[in-house]
């Protein structure tokens, strides 16, 4: 019985693994101040919207403020061809901007707990098992990894044949209103935020989990040379 347990406790450590990674990769990208400037410059964003680039990355850095405070509204005041607007976004944005914040705080709650058992599991694993639980854990973050892996390469190819589809499906499943539907001719949160941004942030967190899952299914085999390494010093 205590060896079933072992092993559900172990599989669904690994299988936790691409969770941690992929929380990780969104909330680092969420809170990236160079992907807003990249967007704001690649999409001509000023030009289209007539807020000053300055006006446009201080309100990426409110967005970025708003998904990590209390508050319940995102309010940005600015500049629109020089005609200050108390607030850029309209109720219906404002409110799609509150269910976002929600969606982030969701992904932020997620990656808490999966911290919380994997520290759980490896504290509990050392007690158990004491150095014998290094192995173990090697091989169970390396799968961990692979899983990842598999995982971001099969969604990332989907993403590029059919990002659009998959950019409307994730709407349809995170949100229960149509309050994310806006019109870039008034509506200056998806003026600012164009599709293509999402797909270039997309393509960001893809990267950021590929890399991070490398990482991990190469530290077995870091782990046996720094092994080596210790044996042949003590020769």
């Not at 969770?19 to 001509?44: C, H, K, M, Q």
């Not at 709650?109 to 999966?114: A, K």
């Not at 509506?187 to 490398?214: E, R």
């Amino acid at each position: 019985m205590l060896s079933i347990a072992r092993i559900a406790a172990a599989a669904l450590f690994t299988a936790l693994v691409p969770l941690l990674l992929i929380t990780g990769s969104v909330r680092f990208v969420i809170n990236l101040p160079a992907l807003y400037s990249y967007g704001f410059d690649r999409y001509e964003i000023s030009e289209y919207t007539r807020i000053e680039r300055a006006d446009l990355i201080a309100a990426g850095k409110q967005i970025r403020d708003y998904f990590n405070n209390d508050e319940e509204n995102l309010i940005i005041r600015t500049y629109v061809g020089g005609v200050l607007a108390e607030s850029l976004y309209n109720e219906r944005e404002t409110h799609h901007m509150r269910d976002v914040k929600a969606l982030v705080r969701g992904v932020y709650l997620v990656q808490m707990l999966v911290l919380l058992y994997m520290v759980a599991y490896i504290a509990v694993g050392f007690w158990l098992r004491r150095a014998d639980f290094w192995e173990m854990l090697g091989r169970d973050v390396s799968r961990g990894g692979k899983l990842t892996l598999a995982l971001v390469v099969v969604v990332g190819l989907l993403a590029l044949v059919a990002f659009n589809q998959l950019f409307l499906l994730f709407h349809l499943v995170s949100f229960s209103n149509d309050f994310w539907m806006l019109d870039p001719r008034r509506d200056y949160l998806i003026a600012m935020f164009p599709q293509g941004f999402f797909f270039d942030a997309t393509m960001l967190i893809a990267f950021c989990t590929i890399a991070s899952a490398t990482v991990l299914v190469a530290i077995p085999r870091i782990a046996r040379i720094i092994a080596r390494g210790w044996q042949g010093e003590g020769r």
